[in-house]
């Protein structure tokens, strides 16, 4: 399914099977699970994507010729000479390319991958569990790790991301509250908070929660404008900050985690050539858990 201009329908087309090159790996697709980036790329709200391009970063499949299942993340490539790449920072690499974005994806039968930038998945989890593990899980880990040792997590929406991490805080003896449209401006003192929807608004509403020295974290790779606010909402040593991307590191231990932590996700499938109806049922809400895309 491709994307040949934004803010236009994805196309079924026939294209040549993926030649790798040197340190890569062709991957006969299982799934691919549909994430809200999917969607920011579709609608043009990020800029210069691939084109024509087929999106798709949580990708699970079968490397061709050998009997091993590999998962693909968002993060596809840096370039590991960089200040940012040397200093375990690959995450802000300049260079770096991103899957389904700077980089063909899994909406397709087969794909391409970096060997390096792929992980093994735990063996009692099916693709399809697998495949919201690989930026639901892996980058709101990463949010969630930026909350340190934060008590009190306040989650701004509940989405896949958040599904995945309520159980891990909760393994933790965190407590978890949920803001959804309905209770967005109410009032839970907070030690921290992440925002997941990507609506500048609500960190805004977090700072108004957050107790001093406490940190609001902006975990998507999008979001509309912050509204201005009064100073003394972030006076007390409250910090704003995004998490951006995610390294390996970031997945060797998550993967290692739920190796004892079996990840519940709920999931709608979806196949391949039904891409855009799941795409759509993101945009409108539709969809509870993750859609999953099936070749």
């Known amino acids: 399914m491709v994307l040949d201009k934004a803010r236009a329908p994805l196309t079924q087309r026939e294209v040549e099977k993926p030649v790798a090159r040197e340190g890569q790996l062709v991957i006969r697709v299982d799934c691919c699970a549909v994430c809200r980036t999917d969607l920011h790329v579709v609608d043009g709200e990020l800029p210069d994507p691939k084109l024509p391009l ?21 993060l596809a490539w840096t370039c590991g000479v960089c200040n940012y790449c040397r200093s375990g920072r690959e995450n802000l690499c300049d260079r770096a390319l991103f899957t389904g974005y700077t980089f063909d994806g899994g909406y397709a039968e087969y794909a391409v991958a970096d060997a390096r930038y792929c992980f093994d998945l735990p063996r009692d989890y099916t693709s399809e569990e697998a495949a ?24 701004y929406g509940f989405g896949s991301s958040a599904r995945i991490l309520i159980q891990i805080a909760r393994d933790d003896g965190r407590e978890v509250v ?81 190796q004892s932590l079996r990840i519940e996700t709920q999931r709608t499938n979806f196949p391949l050539e039904r891409a855009n109806e799941a795409l759509d049922a993101l945009r409108s809400g539709e969809i509870q858990g993750t859609a999953i895309i099936t070749p």
């Open 54 to 74: 087929i999106i798709g970063h949580q990708i699970v499949g079968i490397v061709v010729g050998e009997d091993r299942r590999v998962g693909v993340p968002w």
């Open 132 to 155: 919201p593990l690989l930026c639901a899980g892996l980058i709101g880990f990463r949010a969630y790790r930026v909350c340190g040792n934060a008590r009190r997590i306040g989650f």
């Open 178 to 258: 949920i803001f959804t449209r309905e209770n967005a401006a109410e009032a839970h003192p907070l030690d921290a908070a992440i925002i997941f929807a990507p609506a500048g608004e609500l960190v805004v509403n977090a700072l108004r929660n957050v107790v001093k020295g406490g940190v609001v974290v902006c975990a998507g790779i999008h979001m509309s404008d912050i509204p201005s606010f009064p100073y003394e909402l972030l006076w007390g040593e409250r910090i704003i900050r995004s998490a951006a991307n995610l390294t390996r590191e970031d997945g060797r231990i998550f993967f290692e985690r739920i």
